[in-house]
């Protein structure tokens, strides 16, 4: 692309690239068919501080910018969307949080830590029965001494069942809606609280969905990040970060779809010329590229207005939603070009188009999205 990254951010890409190669497009295919923990990310990206990326420094992290932080999604998600998911969640749900909201002492316990990959964390919003509608949560939490006792449960979040740490929120009072929500850090280990794998899902295999089930579980107030009634802002600073990541993944997944599509179009015959040769291959490879190219100035557009200091709501939420549907379109025309073979393993667009599938569903559903967009531009003013 003719975009003109800096010194900084090519490097930030270059190392990714490196990366990948070695540490993450060996392991692929044998984590997709055991479906297990894809550990290996968090042991290798760790020493390169890619789990810090945008962390401050006076934590051990690289204090780069976000388009930095992009590049190194992208860069990874052209091979594996489930590494980079894990150097993601790493970076946006489990630091952003308690950057943004922790004590001194949260921040001194916890991103040191991330950082250096001995801890894992996640983010649990979504419940079995809410998820568009974060307000009406229906985890509580009741006084007791200097803690609360939280009851209720947690759906559809990612990785929780390996996590060390998870980063949720509870419900203090159903009548004050997001007003009465408070989030909080929970260990792993912690009485009460109890994360397991959910079975079956169609894509990101090396990276467990997990659901939490919360039984008379204990959190101390030292554990709260702010206050009560700050819950909904404190897991909103998460996924402003995640909709920024949702983006990027989708470019790299995107980007991995165009190479093989090319490479695969150059080598196919039929009627005695690569299938390259003809009009509606190229047809369809230039609309992939022009959506892709698009959907990476969208996110570029959005890590600019984070790094000036401004949470780019509508403009993350923009790139999110296009980016997430244009991965879709993407992916469908990689295995069209393929054919046949795009429907098995041997080809990784098969696993690309699975694995995309989660984008437009995950940190809000295009639909909510469309919904919020359109009421912010009408002039309703209740953007989530």
């Not at 690239?17 to 290996?40: A, D, I, L, Q, W």
């Not at 090396?206 to 101390?220: A, K």
């Not at 990476?296 to 980016?323: H, I, N, P």
Request: hydrophobic share 40%.
């Amino acid at each position: 692309m003719d975009f003109e990254f800096n010194d900084e951010q090519k490097m930030f890409r270059n190392m990714a690239r490196e990366f990948t190669e070695r540490h993450v497009k060996p392991h692929v295919k044998e984590v997709e068919k055991e479906k297990r923990f894809f550990r290996e990310v968090l042991v290798e990206a760790a020493p390169l501080g890619l789990l810090g990326i945008t962390a401050p420094q006076e934590y051990g992290g690289l204090q780069a910018d976000r388009i930095s932080y992009c590049c190194v999604l992208e860069e990874i998600a052209k091979v594996s969307t489930t590494a980079a998911t894990i150097v993601g969640v790493q970076n946006s749900f489990s630091e952003t949080p308690i950057l943004e909201w922790g004590t001194p002492e949260q921040k001194n316990k916890y991103i040191p830590r991330l950082i250096r990959g001995e801890i894992l964390g996640c983010l649990g919003v979504t419940e079995p029965n809410h998820g568009s509608d974060p307000a009406s949560m229906e985890t509580m939490a009741i006084r007791d001494g200097n803690g609360w006792v939280v009851n209720g449960a947690k759906m559809f979040t990612t990785g929780a069942v390996v996590a060390d740490i998870c980063t949720t929120a509870a419900q203090t009072d159903r009548s004050l809606k997001h007003r009465g929500i408070f989030a909080f850090v929970v260990e792993k280990g912690t009485p009460g609280f109890n994360p397991r794998e959910v079975p079956g899902t169609l894509g990101l295999h090396g990276f467990p969905t997990s659901e939490i089930s919360f039984q008379n579980c204990r959190v101390p107030d030292e554990n709260m990040l702010g206050k009560v009634g700050d819950g909904f802002k404190v897991f909103m600073s998460g996924l402003d970060d995640a909709r920024l990541l949702v983006c990027a993944v989708s470019v790299g997944i995107a980007q991995g779809c165009i190479d093989a599509c090319i490479e695969y179009a150059q080598q196919r015959q039929q009627f005695g010329k690569p299938i390259g040769n003809f009009q509606l291959i190229q047809a369809k490879v230039a609309d992939m590229v022009v959506e892709m190219e698009a959907a990476r100035l969208l996110a570029y557009r959005a890590a600019t207005l984070m790094d000036q200091g401004l949470r780019g709501r509508v403009e993350t939420s923009y790139c999110k939603l296009f980016g997430s549907e244009m991965v879709q379109r993407v992916t469908y025309n990689a295995i069209q070009i393929h054919g046949g073979y795009g429907y098995i393993d041997e080809y990784p667009v098969e696993r690309h188009f699975r694995d995309a599938r989660a984008l437009t569903i995950v940190e809000g559903t295009s639909d909510i999205h469309r919904l919020s967009i359109g009421r912010h531009h009408i002039g309703i003013n209740a953007f989530v």
